[in-house]
């Protein structure tokens, strides 16, 4: 039997991510991994799952969505067969619902424990702490994008982030556009900026050094114009989806002149 580590390396690879970047499990898939042989005593876990979703006063279409595929027999013939679309909160409901002598609904239902616990701890950021969280990916990705220009022969790497910006923000360099937002230029940019923009950069940089990567470029001058050219592309986005110019939206306070949050007293968290 695979320990803890490797079922959750199951789970996770059962997890699959819809358009808008929400995260489901099929229920048939999920029937596997929890060691149900038959379809039909699995579905009587799923049916005490969406009584218990019911009953906690949640939406259980949010969360549990029926379905019919096509499923192949043999010999070319095909039977209709029945699903569910489950959320992490389904599965986790699953899991506690389900057989609790199998070793495998016991570790299911550690793992979807601490996934729902992260994802309310993450519900209950503020504004101010999501842009925080995403700056922090930003310097990081920063840091990846640095090191594969510096493969790619940069040496100028002003120029080479400036050309990203200027891909971005439809011709505008970073200092250009901090005066147009009116951010101090003892400031940096990325930390006066809001989550939607923030959320661009971050795509801008991480599309960039894959490129530069995928590509293997080895000239200075090919890599600032793709930079350029990601910069572009993710502004041209921005105004398909949106209908919004980065260069539009509003500065923010800087994140450095805003204090954290003190987390509240050890006693309290535990008492």
């Not at 009953?55 to 039977?79: C, L, P, Q, Y």
Request: proline share 3%.
């Amino acid at each position: 039997m695979p320990g803890y580590d490797d079922y959750v390396v199951q789970l996770e690879a059962i997890r699959k991510l819809a358009q808008d970047e929400t995260e489901y499990w099929m229920a048939r898939e999920l029937r596997s991994v929890l060691g149900y042989e038959r379809w039909e005593n699995f579905s009587e876990a799923i049916t005490r799952a969406m009584d218990s979703c019911a009953s906690a006063d949640v939406r259980v279409e949010n969360h549990f969505r029926e379905t019919t595929k096509m499923v192949s027999i043999g010999s070319g013939v095909k039977r209709a067969t029945d699903d569910w679309f489950l959320s992490r909160y389904a599965c986790y409901l699953i899991a506690m619902n389900a057989d609790a002598a199998k070793a495998e609904v016991g570790y299911a239902q550690t793992y979807f424990a601490i996934q729902t616990h992260r994802q309310e701890q993450q519900d209950q950021l503020t504004a101010v702490e999501r842009r925080r969280e995403l700056r922090t990916r930003v310097k990081d990705a920063n840091k990846g994008l640095n090191s594969a220009a510096k493969n790619a022969g940069v040496i100028k790497f002003g120029v080479f982030h400036d050309a990203g910006y200027k891909g971005l923000y439809g011709g505008f360099g970073k200092a250009d556009i901090q005066a147009r937002k009116g951010i101090d230029a003892k400031d940096d940019l990325l930390d006066c900026i809001g989550h939607t923009e923030l959320a661009a950069h971050y795509f801008r940089i991480t599309q960039t050094q894959q490129k530069l990567e995928r590509n293997r470029v080895q000239n200075q001058n090919a890599a600032i114009d793709m930079h350029f050219e990601v910069g572009h592309e993710v502004r041209a986005t921005m105004e398909r989806i949106s209908g919004t110019k980065p260069e539009h939206l509003p500065a923010e306070p800087s994140l450095k002149r805003i204090k954290k949050k003190k987390p509240p007293p050890e006693g309290l968290l535990n008492g």
